[in-house]
């Protein structure tokens, strides 16, 4: 079996796993103030934009485009539990990103994805600004603007704000890097007695893309408070 078939079966596999244990968020009103404030700081981990690419950047003419799949175990398990229904500490978020290159080393993204069998979806994107352009020896480093809207679920809205630094260097076909950043995420509940909260969280990840001819492969650890994330995209790149 060649590996692109491989890497679809597996995506399709954790999809349908995904559908099986995903509920919708519909018991919100039911959580006392601090199980919304984990909520929020747990979907704001899983639902935060992942650029999901080394630093350097695209070019004038360059673009990517992608199918991404990121699963997240949230810190809070049981505040997910609650507001879901479900028994899993697990959220997973397909989702289709592109990613174009602009002049003078920026670069701008756009994102949506829907987590299976639950009612939550998110938009969003990125902007990119490459410090330093990377070349033969030199690593890239790139600094990052990202926003995040959660759509969908009726009892509560959210958004994730971001900053963070990508810093990577490219070895032939490989190219690993790692970045570091700052999220806010705001949680506003429209039901019960809640109040809206505002949660802050350092992110780390770490990843490698790899050049696969056409089609580039990147493969991505990612911390942010308590919660860990693991994902893949496969891109189309120029």
Known sequence: ?????????????????????ANAIGNVGALNEAQFQNLTGDLGAALSYKDMMPAAPLGITGFDIGLTAMDTRVDHGGALQAATGSGSNNLFLPSLQVQKGLPLGFDVGLTYGRVPGSNVRVIGGDVSYALIGGGLLAPALTVRGTYTKMTGVSEMGLNTRSVELCLSKGFVFITPYIGVGRVR???????????????DQTKAYVGADINLGLFNLDLEADRMGGSTSYGANIGWRL
């Open 1 to 21: 079996m060649s590996y692109r078939r491989w890497l679809a079966l597996s995506l399709a596999s954790s999809l349908a796993c995904a559908t099986a244990y």
């Open 185 to 199: 995420t705001v949680g506003t509940p429209y039901t019960g007695t809640l109040s809206a909260v505002t949660v």
